[in-house]
T-cell receptor, first 112, second 112 residues
Framework: SQQGEEDPQALSIQEGENATMNCSYK?????LQWYRQNSGRGLVHLIL?????REKHSGRLRVTLDTSKKSSSLLITASRAADTASYFC????????????FGAGTRLFVKA | NAGVTQTPKFQVLKTGQSMTLQCAQD?????MSWYRQDPGMGLRLIHY???????DQGEVPNGYNVSRSTTEDFPLRLLSAAPSQTSVYFC???????????FGNGTRLTVT
């Protein structure tokens, strides 16, 4: 079973609006990562947040982590058409081994 | 700097045929992984390696073999292809545990 579950599965917004995607996970983690995938391409790392951090920013991206609720959110502010992509959360599934487990992703469509 | 290179980009196999998907990285990363991506399923971890000579199973290892004789290369072998292995395969590497993954552009495999 997958460690991370994104919500919503798909999101359609107008350019300039904010986009919020959520991720829930099942077991304790050391870190949580967000990745972006353009159609037909490999994934690109966006941001990593450690379990002792609550919020992290990178440009127009803001990630929050709530370990008590086992959830994270990715906010993209002032969306652009070029932000159209699939976004995935991934966790290290703290089992003592090296495994990075991905959720099913959120497909974001930003209309120009 | 090429990053993570996967070959081939596309492959069609008949049921029962064998093949090897190649993956090479030039970043001197210790950790390498193989994922498969199916529609609506996100990425699922097949096998991973924490260094030359060390490999372990991921979420969906059945039907696949790996070996890691050098730091740079991590080939994925399908011994007897099945239609259920039709998927897009991604190789990834990262410097160490808890660091971001760098992905190749994928191999699209069809088994008929």
């Amino acid at each position: 079973s997958q460690q991370g579950e994104e919500d919503p599965q798909a999101l359609s917004i107008q350019e300039g609006e904010n986009a919020t995607m959520n991720c829930s996970y099942k077991t304790s983690i050391n870190n949580l990562q967000w990745y972006r995938q353009n159609s037909g391409r490999g994934l690109v790392h966006l941001i990593l947040i450690r379990s002792n951090e609550r919020e992290k920013h990178s440009g127009r991206l803001r990630v929050t982590l709530d370990t008590s609720k086992k959830s994270s959110s990715l906010l993209i502010t002032a969306s652009r058409a070029a932000d159209t992509a699939s976004y995935f959360c991934a966790t290290d599934a703290d089992t003592g081994g090296f495994k990075t487990i991905f959720g099913a992703g959120t497909r974001l469509f930003v209309k120009a | 700097n090429a990053g993570v290179t996967q070959t081939p980009k596309f492959q069609v196999l008949k049921t029962g045929q064998s093949m090897t998907l190649q993956c090479a990285q030039d970043m001197n990363h210790e950790y390498m992984s193989w994922y498969r991506q199916d529609p609506g399923m996100g990425l699922r971890l097949i096998h991973y390696s924490v260094g030359a000579g060390i490999t372990d199973q991921g979420e969906v290892p059945n039907g696949y073999n790996v070996s890691r004789s050098t730091t740079e290369d991590f080939p994925l072998r399908l011994l007897s292809a099945a239609p259920s292995q039709t998927s897009v395969y991604f190789c990834a590497s990262n410097k160490h545990y808890n660091s971001p993954l760098h992905f190749g552009n994928g191999t699209r495999l069809t088994v008929t």
